[in-house]
C-alpha cells in the first residue's frame, strides 16, 4: 500500500507526516487507524530547505522506531540517501546513490529502481 504525506503514529506523542511510506497491505486500508512503525516498509522524505532537520531529527526518530528502510531524497546535493538496518540510535548502513545508480528495496527484493527517475 502507498501513503502519501499521511500521519504516521510513532509513539504517544509524534506522527510525522512522511512525504511517501510503502506500507505492509491492511486489510481496512488504514482507514481505522494510522499506520504505526511495523506497517512501514519504505519511508521517504523529499528533502532541500528541511535538509537538516531531515539528516537528523528525522532520521534518529525513524531508527528509533526500527523503520526498516529510509530513503532520504536530496535534492540539495542531486542524491539519494539509503538508511538500513535500524540498531539502537543509529542505521547500521547508509548509502548514497546518484542518477545512473539504482536502488533494491531491501523489505522487497524484486522491486528496483532507478535514481534518476525519483530525483
Same mark, same amino acid.
Not at 89 to 107: I, M, N, R, W
Given at each position: 500500500?502507498?501513503?502519501? *504525506?499521511?500521519?504516521? *503514529?510513532? #509513539? =504517544?506523542?509524534? !506522527?510525522?507526516?512522511?512525504?511517501?511510506?510503502?506500507?505492509?497491505?491492511?486489510?481496512?486500508?488504514?482507514?481505522?487507524?494510522?499506520?504505526?512503525? /511495523? /506497517?512501514?516498509?519504505?519511508?521517504?522524505? +523529499?528533502?532541500?530547505?528541511?535538509? @537538516?532537520? =531531515? *539528516?537528523?531529527?528525522?532520521?534518529?526518530? $525513524?531508527?528509533?522506531?526500527?523503520?526498516? !528502510? $529510509?530513503?532520504?531524497?536530496?535534492?540539495? =546535493?542531486?542524491?539519494? &540517501?539509503?538508511?538500513?538496518?535500524?540498531? #539502537? !540510535?543509529? $542505521?547500521? &548502513?547508509? %548509502? %548514497?546513490?546518484?542518477? #545512473? =545508480?539504482?536502488?533494491?528495496?531491501? @523489505?522487497?527484493?524484486?522491486?528496483?529502481? *532507478? +535514481?534518476? /527517475?525519483?530525483?
Amino acid at each position: 500500500m502507498v501513503s502519501v *504525506q499521511d500521519p504516521l *503514529q510513532l #509513539g =504517544d506523542i509524534s !506522527e510525522p507526516e512522511p512525504d511517501f511510506m510503502l506500507l505492509k497491505p491492511n486489510a481496512d486500508y488504514y482507514s481505522s487507524r494510522h499506520p504505526m512503525a /511495523d /506497517d512501514v516498509l519504505l519511508l521517504i522524505e +523529499v528533502s532541500d530547505t528541511s535538509l @537538516q532537520f =531531515d *539528516q537528523n531529527q528525522k532520521l534518529r526518530l $525513524y531508527v528509533l522506531h526500527n523503520i526498516p !528502510e $529510509y530513503w532520504l531524497l536530496n535534492l540539495n =546535493d542531486v542524491c539519494l &540517501e539509503v538508511y538500513r538496518k535500524p540498531n #539502537g !540510535e543509529v $542505521y547500521a &548502513e547508509k %548509502t %548514497t546513490l546518484y542518477p #545512473g =545508480d539504482s536502488v533494491t528495496l531491501s @523489505q522487497l527484493t524484486d522491486i528496483s529502481i *532507478q +535514481v534518476s /527517475d525519483i530525483l
